[in-house]
T-cell receptor
Framework: DTGVSQDPRHKITKRGQNVTFRCDPI?????LYWYRQTLGQGPEFLTY????????KSRLLSDRFSAERPKGSFSTLEIQRTEQGDSAMYLC????????????FGAGSRLTVL | SQQGEEDPQALSIQEGENATMNCSYK?????LQWYRQNSGRGLVHLIL?????REKHSGRLRVTLDTSKKSSSLLITASRAADTASYFC???????????FGTGTRLLVSP
């Protein structure tokens, strides 16, 4: 396993459309995180999973956003009725708790909403 | 909202010079981490310092932490063009790696 994989790397969509991003964490990592990063800013926490359980959601995650990790392996982040303000880089990270408390990040999925 | 503020926002130096970036944060922490991000890419972990540590080294990196001032600094010695990137500090005050990132310092190292 070479790391955390995210797909697609770049998505361009029109306002009002739905988009879905996928994250494949490192296989033995049971905790998975989603962060959002807008241009010129640091990443902001959105949500995280322990296995298949979603343990916490940021208030940044409006009701248009939904994240799942159905079998405790890969995760999806769906944004419904996209708005221009959703344009950002969506970063996924994973960790095996106890291993130095260090997150491994994927390369990110960049969303552009026209 | 982001907790950390980094200073300077941008830094331009020549190869071989040292680069120092500072980070301030607002609440008590379990640990503070520094990450590097090349343009348009994901973040790469550099170093972690725990709240009971004051200084840590890793290769050309030196990190200090002053919990009384709620601040940290990252020193990169003998910089290289390949060090050109954005650098972010991130604090963890929950123990669950729900990191709060700073605004970042953009470092440009010219050959």
């Amino acid at each position: 396993d070479t790391g955390v994989s995210q797909d697609p790397r770049h998505k361009i969509t029109k306002r009002g459309q739905n988009v879905t991003f996928r994250c494949d964490p490192i296989s033995e990592h049971n905790r998975l995180y989603w962060y959002r990063q807008t241009l010129g800013q640091g990443p902001e926490f959105l949500t995280y999973f322990q296995n298949e359980a979603q343990l916490e959601k940021s208030r940044l995650l409006s009701d248009r956003f939904s994240a799942e990790r159905p079998k405790g392996s890969f995760s999806t982040l769906e944004i419904q009725r996209t708005e221009q303000g959703d344009s950002a880089m969506y970063l996924c990270a994973s960790i095996q708790p106890g291993q130095n408390n260090v997150l491994t990040f994927g390369a990110g999925s960049r969303l552009t909403v026209l | 909202s982001q907790q950390g503020e980094e200073d300077p926002q941008a830094l331009s130096i020549q190869e071989g010079e040292n680069a120092t970036m500072n980070c301030s944060y607002k609440t008590s922490i379990n640990n503070l981490q520094w990450y590097r991000q090349n343009s348009g890419r994901g973040l790469v972990h550099l170093i972690l310092i725990r709240s009971n540590e004051r200084e840590k080294h890793s290769g050309r990196l030196r990190v200090t932490l002053d919990t009384s001032k709620k601040s940290s600094s990252l020193l990169i010695t003998a910089s290289r063009a390949a060090d050109t990137a954005s650098y972010f500090c991130a604090t963890d005050n929950t123990g669950f790696q729900k990191l709060v990132f700073g605004t970042g310092t953009r470092l440009l190292v010219s050959p």
